[in-house]
Nanobody, 125 residues
Framework: QMEVVESGGGSVQAGGSLRLSCAVSRPSSRNFRMAWFRQAPGKEREGVASIDGNGRTMYDSSVKGRFTISKDSANDTLYLQMNSLKPLDTAMYFC???????????????????WGQGTQVTVSS
């Protein structure tokens, strides 16, 4: 079965950068929708960025202009480049995928059926 595993989290000061990676194993196809979500303590999980099978992207307004989602289909890896990080970006970040559908980027969790275990991002002021 298809699996995703995140890496690249860590601690950084405000204004710094991090790049998250999500390795996909046993992909169901070459064109499937993927996304990054995050969940801070005491808060609901929220969609951060999504990319569809055609490379179209969507971002939450809180990260637009600072985060960039990309996918290396040849290596089955999803990335999230995070720049100008803020303390409010502190959260557990999750990679998600939809095994069967690649069209249209989406930021609602119901659009995904494969989830990773998460990687922690901590931004200090």
């Amino acid at each position: 079965q298809m699996e995703v595993v995140e890496s690249g989290g860590g601690s950084v000061q405000a204004g710094g950068s991090l790049r998250l990676s999500c390795a996909v194993s046993r992909p169901s196809s070459r064109n499937f929708r993927m996304a990054w979500f995050r969940q801070a303590p005491g808060k609901e999980r929220e969609g951060v960025a999504s990319i569809d099978g055609n490379g179209r992207t969507m971002y939450d307004s809180s990260v637009k202009g600072r985060f960039t989602i990309s996918k290396d289909s040849a290596n089955d890896t999803l990335y999230l480049q995070m720049n100008s990080l803020k303390p409010l970006d502190t959260a557990m970040y999750f990679c998600a995928a939809n095994r069967f559908f690649g069209g249209d980027p989406r930021l609602d969790s119901s659009a995904y059926d494969i989830w990773g275990q998460g990687t922690q991002v901590t931004v200090s002021s």
